[in-house]
């Protein structure tokens, strides 16, 4: 019988471990200040770099596909610029879900889209492969990429337009946003949450960036710095004293 026994507190430790990490540690809140302020985008989220992709003329060409994604299909809506850049970052189960303003600046808008029913992301071996093996796979233009339930937050940071897309996984209940239209962000800001896996894209509206990252490299939302702006194209002053 001591082998029942021994099963038995495997099975215990396996479940308690789990309820740990997906009751406590999932929803953990650690403080974040970004590595540098001077003229520099930090990441909204935590996680890995999927991609790093040019917008041109409000488009985004997907080389699997061999064709061009239209921009509104990823933001959920048209906007008035549409040339820039455009870096996803995947969000493993084991990343901080929070998601954080990357440059001081005004919210514009908000655009919600809902889905009758999220897609997976990732199927059983690429879930492996990306939050076990962290070894990036192609996910640009996935279906989930362009039909699941997304919140668009649209900023000017003092004439640099975003849009900070947060996108749900599978078995996301709900995207929550913790911004309304015309409210002042700092750096480092909450703006919103979203539950278990899931995917943020940062879509930058100017050719004046260098990128400071890779596919696959590990990011943290608030304190990685991603991009650097070229020009001094800098916040307002009362944008960055935004508390």
Known sequence: MTWVYIILGIIVVWLGALMFLRRVWFYRDPAREPESRDGVIVAPADGRVVYIKRVDEN??????????????????????????????IYMSPLDVHFNYTPLPGVVEKIHRVGAKLNLPM??????????????MVDMFARRYHLE?????????CGGIKMAVVLIADKFVAKIRCFVQPGQNMDYSQKLGFIERGSQVDLVIFT??????????????????????????????????EAV
């Open 148 to 156: 699941n339930e997304r919140n668009t937050i649209f900023m000017d």
């Open 59 to 88: 488009s985004i060409f997907a080389e699997k596909l061999g064709e061009k994604i239209p921009l509104p299909e990823i933001t959920g809506c048209d906007y008035e610029q549409k040339n820039g850049w455009a870096i996803g």
């Open 122 to 135: 990732l199927d059983v071996w690429e879930y492996i492969r990306v939050v076990w093996l962290r070894k």
């Open 207 to 240: 050719d004046d960036v260098e990128f400071d990252v890779q596919i696959n490299q590990q990011v943290y939302g608030g304190q990685t710095v991603i991009a650097r702006l070229v020009r001094s194209l800098e916040c307002d002053d009362d944008m960055l």
